[in-house]
């Protein structure tokens, strides 16, 4: 068992809220005693689904004090970054995995004053990852490959989240470990006892029948 060093956080993501009323389902997230939510933002290339844009964040930003986490996946995020930069997101995901310029690409995020993270499809070999890791907030291994909510949560990822902890305290880097899709109070433990700290749940928060109750049980694990 390796914990992670920092406090345990759970992001419901806005994808499984009700899209025809967000602002009330991020109410739902403040009204639990939440901090943070995730935004799913999906451009029909990089993954085979679409959903909301740089506008649609920043007219929420104002209702809302919440930590915006916004997971982009998209082919080309360095094009489409100065907007959700200016969106009022608080931190920005990228994925390693297509062809563009991930270093330079993080580095506009930090210059931004944002958090920066790099996100990690289930098929991609954590080594990718390693000569950008130094320079993330947060490291997001996904646990379903991208593009939908309700997957169901694979287990072949646990060994990244192994690899991406070890690093963390051998290297004596920082980064948060956030696992991404179908997270439920059965497949959190695993997660957080391997050393991840960041948990996002869309399904089985917007769907739990006690959100407090499945909140507090899922960050108490
Ligand atoms: C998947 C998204 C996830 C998703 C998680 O492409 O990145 O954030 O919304 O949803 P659940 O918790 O339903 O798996
Ligand atoms: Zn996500």
């Known amino acids: 068992m390796l914990r992670s060093p920092h406090s345990t956080v759970l992001s419901p993501s806005l994808l499984a809220g009700d899209h025809a009323a967000l602002g009330k389902s991020l109410r739902v997230v403040e009204e639990t005693g939440l901090s943070w939510i995730h935004l799913d933002i999906m451009d029909g290339h990089f993954v085979p689904n679409l959903t909301f844009g740089p506008q649609t964040i920043a007219a929420l930003r104002p209702q809302s004090s919440l930590f915006f986490d916004v997971h982009l996946m998209l082919d080309n995020p360095h094009v489409h970054l100065e907007a959700f930069l200016q969106s009022g997101a608080d931190q920005v995901t990228i994925h390693v995995e297509p062809d563009y310029p991930v270093a330079e690409t993080l580095k506009r995020i930090k210059d931004a004053g944002k958090k920066c993270g790099l996100a990690l499809n289930p098929d991609t070999p954590a080594e990718i990852a390693m000569p950008f890791i130094s320079d993330c907030d947060i490291v997001v291994i996904m646990s379903v490959m991208p593009g939908f909510g ?72």
């Open 150 to 221: 309700g997957q169901s949560f694979r287990e072949d990822i646990l060994p990244k989240i192994e690899l991406f902890s070890q690093w963390r305290k051998e290297k004596g880097h920082s980064y948060r470990i956030q696992i991404d899709g179908g997270i439920t109070i059965k497949t959190a433990p695993g997660c957080l006892n391997r050393g991840a700290d960041t948990l996002v749940a869309g399904t089985a928060f917007y769907r739990a029948d006690n959100r407090n109750s499945f909140s507090k049980e899922i960050v108490a694990q």
